[in-house]
């Protein structure tokens, strides 16, 4: 099965300062890039778990005793790794977004290039897809969706226009979806648009601005003090949720001060925002939009 190479795979790995003997977490396995060179780096008595919620991810399992791949989404990795009598990690790393599989396999209808099922689900057990999204949601919500998660401005007559064409037929395919679209893709801009659609309704059947907040707000919880989380994300709205928490310890607002003024964060950031340079991008075109942050919990 073809995985492409990781993103930013020494600089991601290089910021969780591994320890051998440590524990650590790659919650986005994929094909297991990253999780290989952490293993390089682990001792004999070091110990990684895996998370990956899409069932093709298996086929790319490690034969390590020293390597555990979880099947779910890492919005429970307290809870998994609780059941592995695992209470608290040397560093979690995170390669936000779709993996280059899941773009490259057409069915999966995660990718703009291919005729496929309404369909966007990264774990193929999930009830919510793309279809029951564009078929079945109210107004208001197609609404939401477009304007929240694509950050379009005419999400209310995007949402219109879907209403319109779903009450003659069901809209069954990516391509009827580009059709019924096409008057808001400008042929100098579509590609870029018709992303930023796909994206709308790609989180919203996966969850995957809630299942990254629980996420962030579980890894303070069982980073042990010092250790490190090392997390690449993809869009504004995933950097943005990243930046914040590491930045305050929330999502909005700001922490309370002390008397002095002062406030306490749960994290240090470790150096400056990290993209790959023009090589990696040319080497693997899904880096372009990579950014990764590095932070230690205090």
Same mark, same amino acid.
């Given at each position: 099965?073809?995985?492409?190479?990781?993103?930013?795979?020494?600089?991601?790995?290089?910021?969780l300062n591994i320890q051998p003997g440590g524990i650590y977490v790659d919650v986005t396995f994929g094909g297991g890039g990253h999780s290989r060179e952490i293993l390089k780096r682990? $001792?004999?008595?070091?110990?990684?778990?895996? /998370?990956?919620?899409?069932?093709?991810?298996?086929?790319?399992?490690?034969?390590?005793?020293? /390597?555990?791949?979880?099947?779910?989404?890492?919005?429970?990795?307290?809870?998994?790794?609780?059941?592995?009598?695992?209470?608290?990690?040397?560093?979690?790393?995170?390669?936000?977004?779709?993996?280059?599989?899941?773009?490259?396999?057409?069915?999966?209808?995660?990718?703009?290039?291919?005729?496929?099922?309404?369909? +966007?689900? +990264?774990?193929?057990?999930?009830?919510?897809?793309?279809?029951?999204?564009?078929?079945? =949601?109210?107004?208001?919500?197609?609404?939401?969706? /477009?304007?929240? =998660?694509?950050?379009?401005?005419?999400?209310? !007559?995007?949402?219109?226009?879907?209403?319109?064409?779903?009450?003659?037929?069901?809209? @069954?395919?990516?391509?009827?979806? @580009?059709?019924?679209?096409?008057?808001?893709?400008?042929?100098? &801009?579509?590609? &870029?648009?018709? !992303?930023?659609? =796909?994206?709308?309704?790609?989180?919203?059947?996966?969850?995957? +601005?809630?299942?990254? @907040?629980?996420?962030?707000?579980?890894?303070?919880?069982?980073?042990?003090?010092?250790?490190?989380?090392?997390?690449?994300? =993809?869009?504004?709205?995933?950097?943005?949720?990243v930046k914040r928490y590491i930045k305050n310890g929330m999502f909005e607002g700001e922490p309370e001060r002390d008397f002095f003024g002062n406030f306490s964060v749960p994290f240090?950031?470790? $150096?400056?925002?990290?993209?790959?340079?023009?090589?990696?991008? @040319? +080497?693997?075109?899904?880096?372009?939009? !990579? &950014?990764?942050?590095?932070?230690?919990?205090?």
């Amino acid at each position: 099965m073809e995985y492409h190479n990781p993103v930013l795979l020494h600089e991601t790995v290089d910021g969780l300062n591994i320890q051998p003997g440590g524990i650590y977490v790659d919650v986005t396995f994929g094909g297991g890039g990253h999780s290989r060179e952490i293993l390089k780096r682990l $001792g004999p008595d070091g110990k990684l778990f895996a /998370f990956d919620q899409d069932h093709d991810a298996l086929a790319n399992a490690i034969a390590d005793d020293r /390597f555990v791949l979880i099947n779910e989404n890492f919005r429970f990795i307290k809870r998994f790794l609780r059941f592995h009598n695992v209470r608290a990690v040397d560093g979690i790393l995170a390669d936000l977004g779709v993996s280059s599989h899941q773009f490259d396999v057409a069915e999966r209808g995660f990718s703009t290039r291919f005729d496929a099922g309404l369909d +966007m689900r +990264m774990n193929q057990k999930d009830t919510l897809d793309a279809y029951k999204v564009v078929n079945e =949601y109210d107004e208001a919500n197609l609404r939401r969706v /477009f304007l929240d =998660y694509g950050e379009l401005k005419n999400a209310p !007559a995007i949402a219109r226009v879907i209403l319109e064409a779903r009450a003659q037929q069901p809209i @069954k395919n990516t391509e009827q979806l @580009k059709t019924v679209l096409s008057r808001f893709l400008p042929a100098h &801009k579509s590609n &870029k648009i018709l !992303a930023q659609m =796909y994206q709308a309704i790609r989180i919203e059947v996966n969850q995957e +601005m809630d299942a990254l @907040k629980e996420f962030l707000e579980q890894s303070l919880e069982i980073l042990k003090p010092g250790g490190r989380l090392s997390v690449i994300s =993809y869009h504004s709205l995933e950097d943005r949720l990243v930046k914040r928490y590491i930045k305050n310890g929330m999502f909005e607002g700001e922490p309370e001060r002390d008397f002095f003024g002062n406030f306490s964060v749960p994290f240090k950031t470790i $150096g400056k925002l990290i993209v790959p340079d023009e090589a990696e991008i @040319k +080497m693997n075109n899904r880096a372009r939009s !990579a &950014k990764l942050r590095i932070a230690e919990k205090v």
